[in-house]
């Protein structure tokens, strides 16, 4: 069974930057991360694969957030600067448990294992 632990939410304001971390106990391939903002749908942010050489990012966040794994597997990193009121949300990471070394997706049905989410608050 795996087990997804995220941190490094917070408040910051426009323009600022976070890390958000997301450690995994159990084997995982593909790692996404999606947000949900208040009203509104879960939504699709990042995803990297298990290699680490192939990332997709929403095109919102394109240039801004960058998308990483350590090399034990066992870490992922969202990086994101130049944050925006727009960005405020709960973020989760997901991971999928299908082998792969290179395959990502953007749809949260590939990903059947989720972490319970950090808030991100960005003031105007």
């Known amino acids: 069974q795996v087990q997804l632990v995220e941190s490094g939410g917070g408040v910051v304001q426009t323009g600022g930057s976070l890390r958000l971390f997301c450690v995994a106990s159990g084997r995982t391939y593909a790692m996404g991360w999606f947000r949900q903002a208040p009203g509104k749908e879960r939504e699709f942010v990042s995803a990297?694969?298990?290699?680490?050489?192939?990332?997709a990012d929403t095109n919102s966040v394109k240039g801004r957030f960058t998308n990483s794994r350590d090399s034990a597997k066992t870490t992922v990193l969202l990086q994101m600067n130049g944050l925006e009121p727009e960005d405020t949300a709960v973020y989760y990471c997901?991971?999928?448990?299908?082998?792969?070394?290179?395959?990502?997706?953007?749809?949260?049905?590939?990903?059947?294992?989720w972490g319970q989410g950090t808030q991100v608050t960005v003031s105007s």
């Open positions: 990297i694969a298990w290699s680490g050489d192939r990332t």
């Open positions: 997901a991971a999928s448990a299908s082998y792969s070394t290179y395959y990502i997706s953007t749809e949260e049905k590939y990903y059947p294992y």
